[in-house]
């Protein structure tokens, strides 16, 4: 039985929020940028309401721990954090960018997946995952920031022409081509989906890969990003 989860992502310019309870999974899933932190507290007391559930019922929370948008990735993480607090619930923080790759597998059936998302300042947060025998993705190389240019040597991969490319940092194609090989299809639209991050998350819960609330930090991947704890919603 997988255990029961509550997923959120906001790493993006969309929002969601996804409950796995059996082999069902419940979600809301709205692309409206700005509005994640008004949103994203009324989307759980939905999918917990739809499920009949109390929050001190499940056995985790996860989130998408980033990279992406600085402000989106600290509302993920201090509502997911505040919510730990209050039900003393572990959290098993996932990667967005294996969390868009994982979306990929789903909607697509691509088992080779290049994420990258825009970065701003000329440069991209970038993962590339393949998933093993057993269905599961395993990051190649590894997850960076850096200019597209220099992509191959960030990120620790050959160029190869068998994969697929996923995340709005393929904007830059062109150059991201000539150091990943030729692409056999791309879909620069597809957004990160909290409820792709259930899968990844049951696989770390069961390896016991959790932390405490206390531990709960966003990834940025920018050095020069100095934030050290994610902040606790305040209390009425």
């Not at 970065?119 to 590894?142: I, K, T």
């Not at 240019?149 to 991201?176: K, T």
């Not at 990943?180 to 991050?197: I, K, N």
Request: with cysteine.
């Amino acid at each position: 039985m997988p255990p029961t989860l509550l997923a959120i992502d906001t790493s993006s310019e969309a929002c969601s929020v996804a409950l796995q309870t059996g082999d069902e999974v419940l979600f809301r899933f709205t692309d409206q940028p700005r509005k994640h932190a008004e949103l994203i507290l009324p989307m759980v007391d939905e999918v917990l309401a739809e499920a009949g559930l109390r929050l001190q019922q499940l056995d985790a929370l996860c989130f998408g721990r980033g990279p992406g948008s600085f402000t989106g990735l600290r509302i993920a993480a201090g509502t997911v954090q505040g919510l730990a607090f209050g039900a003393d619930l572990p959290v098993v923080p996932v990667s967005s960018l294996a969390g868009l790759a994982q979306r990929a597998l789903r909607e697509f059936g691509w088992t080779h997946t290049h994420a990258a998302f825009d970065a701003r300042m000329g440069e991209v947060y970038w993962g590339s995952y393949q998933a093993n025998d057993a269905g599961n993705l395993e990051l190649v190389g590894r997850e960076c920031v850096c200019v597209p240019a220099r992509l191959q040597q960030a990120a620790g991969i050959e160029a190869e022409a068998d994969w697929y490319g996923a995340g709005s940092g393929w904007v830059f194609r062109d150059i991201l081509e000539t150091a990943t090989g030729s692409l056999l299809q791309c879909e620069p639209s597809l957004l990160p989906h909290a409820r792709d991050l259930l899968p990844l998350a049951t696989l770390y819960w069961q390896r016991g890969e959790c932390i405490s609330a206390e531990q709960v930090v966003p990834v940025y991947l920018r050095n020069d990003v100095a934030v050290k704890s994610a902040p606790r919603p305040a209390k009425d």
